[in-house]
């Protein structure tokens, strides 16, 4: 998720579970091959298994990303085909690439030939007036002759004219059911369902239909929903960490971090709904977000916010 899921927020993460597959933001092919690859390609050992999520459709460009995501150890290359923003239709990728379902395809292709990792699609369930069934089924069989069998589906349509971003994860409706049938009618396939599913019982539900589940803004805005993951989705016995085992883990890494020189406000946005639904969780937000973004802002903020809203004494 840009400017989201960005390596911190991915290492905070898999501090709940060591099998979720991770993605990184979208990453356009230009920003690899002109750009400051070091920044978009690193990552901490610890976020595997981990997918680099490459938005494009120039087929040499993205066998190149391709190569060098692999060469860099990721795990998987998830190609974005969902992504309806003005700036990335200008640049013909993203969402707009379902009226292309060949040049995906031929994408897919190129990409599998150079790599040994899978290549997999994230997509909508349409585009506009290209909102049936058919349609969403023709993009799905011309990519899998690609070699793709694995498709992350966010379960709404995207409207490429009139509605920002922001509107277009909110104002189609979601429709799961179409998710599922095509895991019906394609069983061979991996089929993945995304779209506004909020907790742990909802991606049990989904699970009956299909492979596995994506989730999004839930775990940003309640990260909690992942702390029985392990136990109630992969069967580990493992002991579940509570919200403050995370933060001190969090912490050693902020610790770390800021040695390196980054700075405290791009180690902070996933912290802020850890504590979602305590007492004290305004007053946690309110203290990081005053304190954090000062220019010699250090660790002790996070103490202080701490202690402040609840009264819990971390160790320095
Ligand atoms: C701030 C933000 C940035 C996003 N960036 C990406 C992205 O880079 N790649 C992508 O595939 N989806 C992106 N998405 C979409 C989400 O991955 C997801 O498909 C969508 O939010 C629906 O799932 P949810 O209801 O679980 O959030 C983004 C969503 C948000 C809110």
Request: aromatic residues 10%; contains cysteine.
């Amino acid at each position: 998720m840009l400017d989201w899921t960005d390596r911190h927020a991915r290492y905070f993460f898999r501090l709940f579970s060591d099998n979720l597959l991770l993605y990184t933001e979208m990453v356009t092919t230009g920003a690899i091959i002109y750009g400051d690859r070091t920044r978009f390609l690193k990552f901490h050992p610890t976020e595997h298994p981990l997918a680099l999520q490459l938005g494009g459709s120039d087929p040499d460009a993205l066998e190149q990303c391709a190569q060098l995501g692999e060469a860099a150890g990721f795990d998987e290359i998830n190609l974005n085909i969902g992504c309806p923003s003005d700036r990335v239709q200008a640049g013909r990728f993203g969402a707009c690439l379902m009226a292309e379902p060949q040049l995906v395809a031929d994408c897919v292709v190129r990409m599998r030939d150079t790599v040994n990792i899978p290549v997999t699609v994230k997509c909508r369930i349409g585009i506009d007036d290209n909102d049936s069934y058919a349609f969403f089924k023709t993009f799905v069989d011309t990519v899998a002759n690609g070699g793709c069998t694995t498709f992350a589906i966010h379960a709404r349509k995207a409207w490429l004219k009139g509605l920002s971003p922001k509107q277009n994860r909110e104002i189609p409706p979601l429709v799961h059911d179409t998710v599922y049938r095509l895991k019906d009618e394609r069983p061979d396939l991996t089929v993945i369902v995304n779209g506004g599913i909020r907790n742990m019982d909802q991606v049990e539900e989904h699970l009956e239909y299909v492979d596995g589940v994506m989730l999004g803004r839930e775990v940003f805005q309640n990260p909690s929903i992942l702390l029985d993951v392990d136990r109630r989705i992969f069967d580990q016995v493992t002991p579940v960490r509570t919200r403050e085992d995370i933060l001190a883990l969090y912490l050693k890494y902020v610790d770390e971090e800021l040695d390196c020189g980054t700075r405290l406000k791009e180690l902070v946005p996933p912290l802020f709904g850890l504590f979602q639904g305590c007492a004290g969780a305004r007053a946690w937000r309110r203290y990081i977000s005053e304190n954090a973004y000062r220019q010699d802002a250090g660790i002790e903020v996070l103490y202080d916010a701490a202690s402040r809203a609840f009264d819990l004494q971390l160790a320095a």
